[in-house]
């Protein structure tokens, strides 16, 4: 049963022992605004999956982003999230996975979710024939009486 989280109110999120981040809910309106975002737009074609991930990635945590603890500046001094210190925050690999895994990946999940339904009869397997094949039934014998 997919369970519909109507208050839509910002969340934390850990991101490695004493950084987490508060970060908008995942929304339609979210992932459309990122996936127009001139950032995401200006990859190159020839750019590898990876490089589009991490770009996608950086314009998301842009939007989603509302604040954020244990982060300081090269002296140790808290600073406030803005666009250059999030794209930093994310250049370091386990928090760019900390990212992916507890906020991108929910949506992700979902997507999983119903890819696991049953087939519709005009979906992608309809009229498609069963590949199992019934078992033989043993031969009959004549009955001696």
Request: glycine residues 6%.
């Amino acid at each position: 049963m997919l369970t519909l989280d109507l208050t839509n109110a910002p969340r934390w999120h850990d991101l490695a022992p004493g950084v987490r981040v508060q970060l908008r809910p995942l929304t339609t309106a979210l992932m459309v605004a990122t996936r127009s975002d001139t950032a995401v737009e200006a990859v190159p074609e020839t750019a590898s999956d990876e490089e589009r991930a991490v770009a996608f990635a950086k314009a998301l945590a842009r939007r989603a982003v509302l604040a954020w603890e244990g982060i300081g500046d090269a002296d140790g001094n808290a600073i406030e999230p803005n666009p250059e210190a999030i794209d930093a925050l994310l250049d370091i690999w386990p928090i760019f996975e900390a990212f992916q895994l507890t906020y991108v990946s929910k949506g992700l999940l979902l997507e999983q979710e119903k890819n696991v339904s049953a087939s519709l009869p005009n979906g992608p397997s309809a009229g498609a024939s069963a590949t199992a094949k019934p078992a033989r039934k043993p031969a009959r014998t004549a009955r001696r009486g």
